[in-house]
């Protein structure tokens, strides 16, 4: 694998709701088999930048490439067919199907054929370690299992790139071991280059290979790990701030 | 396997029962329950597809069986062509109409949507009030398009043996429960459900919400308007009164609600049900008391979304396979791992 791969950027992305700027001046990049982590402090812009990347709402300024290639003014649908697949902050499932029927409606992105999707979907189940649920429907799922049929819903689509949005964050801590390992796991058996945004530090930790920090749109800091964790201006403005709190 | 055959056996025994019918009275007005009872079973699974799996909550559904009755309708009395050609016409048309209609109107959400169809009904209303002649075809006017009587002929579709019309009228209740059932299972069924939930989400998967909402219209705007060509041969009459008024509209919608959106037999059942009781009434009780039958439907209306709001039939599927899975095993649906602790800003713990 050639770690100079970009598979994902955003140059110069301004997002402006009214007179606010959510999102300044920020650009980021994204190496096949990666796993990129977006952290900041609330309001940071961070859930902004993946509405952006995944096409929800189009930047006020700046350019999205994807395989190098301008993506103009995209639609969701669109870039879920060029590749990019999310699961959202505040779980978004389709509560009147079941974990299966969800995790279908990814897979028929790549196939018209009912039978092929459900085999994919089983297949993704399978490997998300969620077939036991498969008839349950979304709106009688406990959290953690909202938000891991969020992720095999994504992944039905066979994405190249996958967005999470606080997947670990109001897990337990079994519930987040178990979702920190299958993340690595997508990485590893899927090729998937993945940007997780979380809150939870531990997992950040363990799992990216690489780090921009947010702040009021604003990129602070950007690097490895352990260069993050003892950056001045990231615990002045977001790791000390939990400390602070916690006095 | 088992429960599908039982399925199967359940739907022979309908079926059968449905063509048996009509050959069970030789009264006139209980053979024109019957063909009412099967018109609206098909207006309402037609609805089924917009309305029930894609979750597009019309109330305007009239504009697309007026449409099609209209043009059935001067088709046959200037033109003289069939009504069976007349209702293809009729349903190309009112599809094609719903493509332009939808591609506006499904920018909104919710309510706003069905706002926004109410209005359309209004428009087409006044506006074949206000133009008796279209193009030199007379339409009527607010007195209404009667179709000329040319005497029984099936190529007109003129007969004055009920019993023809009342099977018409369930083949086409077939067709757009065949629609409906190729629907539920379908790529194209799974993504209008999706939609009905979660729209945002559905898009975020690769659905073209746009594309999938006027797929659903067109076909069920199709369906509707060969309804339409239907009503209008059968009633031999129509006005702009009781084709775009709210009753006409309404009813289709509400039956399906009341039956279960998105359930291939839920609308079908509940105007099989509703229709016959909705008629009874107003012969029994129509001139004593002549608000009850409304007053009696509001309150069923009233009690089926207190207690069953996704409607009768999936209230009644989901307590068999509740206990179903309850006679199988007596395990908790959730994991193990339930809970979950409120969100922390920088969760910094060990």
């Known amino acids: 694998m050639n770690e100079r791969d970009i598979v994902l950027e955003a140059k110069k992305i301004e997002k402006r709701f009214g007179g606010l700027k959510a999102i300044d001046d920020f650009s980021l990049h994204l190496y096949k088999g990666e796993i990129l982590g977006l952290i900041g402090p609330n309001g940071a812009g961070k859930t902004t930048m993946f509405n952006i990347i995944a096409g929800s709402f189009p930047a006020t300024l700046g350019e999205i490439y994807v395989d190098g290639k301008l993506v103009n003014k995209p639609q969701s649908h669109q870039m879920a067919r060029m590749g990019v697949a999310r699961t959202y902050q505040i779980v978004r499932p389709f509560s009147n199907l079941t974990v299966l029927e969800n995790t279908m409606v990814g897979a028929f992105l790549n196939t018209g054929n009912t039978e092929t999707a459900r085999r994919k979907a089983r297949e993704i189940l399978a490997i998300l370690k969620l077939e036991g649920k498969a008839d349950i429907r979304g709106k009688d799922l406990t959290l953690i299992d909202l938000k891991r049929m969020e992720v095999a819903r994504a992944l039905a689509t066979e994405p190249r790139i996958l967005l999470l949005d606080e997947v670990i964050a109001g897990l337990n801590p079994t519930g987040r071991d178990m979702v920190i390992e299958m993340i690595s796991g997508i990485r590893e058996t899927m090729g998937v280059s993945i940007i997780i945004i979380e809150h939870v530090m531990k997992a950040v930790m363990k799992l990216c290979d690489r780090i921009y920090v947010l702040n009021q749109g604003k990129l602070i800091a950007e690097g490895a790990p352990l260069e993050i964790s003892s950056n001045e201006a990231v615990i002045q403005s977001y790791l000390g701030v939990k400390k602070h709190a916690e006095n | 396997m088992k429960k599908l055959s039982k399925n199967n056996v359940w739907m022979l025994i309908a079926f059968a029962v449905a063509v048996i019918l009509p050959n069970t009275t030789k009264s006139s007005s209980v053979l024109q329950i019957m063909v009412v009872t099967m018109m609206y079973a ?285 006679e199988r095993a007596r395990l908790p649906i959730n994991g193990p791992e339930p809970g979950a602790e409120t969100k922390g800003e920088a969760n910094t713990d060990e």
């Not at chain 2, 979660?198 to 006027?214: D, T």
């Not at chain 2, 409304?294 to 069953?308: E, K, N, R, V």
Request: charge should be positive; aromatic fraction near 16%.
């Open chain 2, 42 to 326: 098909f207006f309402t699974t037609a609805w089924n597809i917009s309305g029930g799996y894609a979750g597009q909550l019309g109330l305007g559904n009239g504009v697309y069986i007026g449409i099609g009755a209209y043009i059935t309708g001067i088709l046959f009395n200037e033109l003289h062509v069939s009504p069976w050609f007349g209702l293809l016409a009729g349903g190309v048309f009112a599809a094609i109409i719903s493509l332009g209609m939808g591609s506006f109107t499904f920018k909104l959400q919710g309510t706003y949507y069905s706002l926004a169809t109410v209005a359309l009904l209004a428009i087409l209303r006044i506006f074949l009030n206000e133009n008796r002649y279209i193009m030199g075809w007379d339409f009527g006017g607010p007195a209404g398009l009667k179709t000329k009587w040319l005497g029984v002929s099936f190529q007109n579709m003129q007969f004055m043996d009920k019993r023809i019309y009342y099977y018409i009228a369930l083949g086409f209740l077939m067709i757009s429960l065949l629609a409906c059932w190729h629907t539920s299972r379908s790529k194209s069924g799974y993504y209008f459900r999706a939609i009905d939930t979660n729209q945002e989400a559905a898009a975020s998967l690769g659905v073209n919400v746009m594309q999938y909402k006027l797929q659903a219209q067109f076909i069920s705007a199709l369906l509707m308007g060969m309804g339409g060509g239907f009503y209008v041969a059968f009633y031999q009459f129509i006005d702009t009164e009781t084709m775009f008024n709210f009753e006409l509209s309404f009813q289709t919608m509400l039956m399906a609600v009341i039956g279960g959106r998105a359930t291939v037999f839920g609308p079908a059942v509940a105007a099989c049900l509703l229709i016959p009781f909705n008629e009874l009434l107003r012969r029994y009780f129509g001139t004593a008391l002549p608000g009850l039958p409304m007053l009696l439907y509001g309150l069923i209306l009233m009690a089926t979304i207190q207690f069953m709001p996704q409607g009768v039939i999936p209230f009644i599927s989901e307590k068999l396979e509740r206990r179903k899975a309850g």
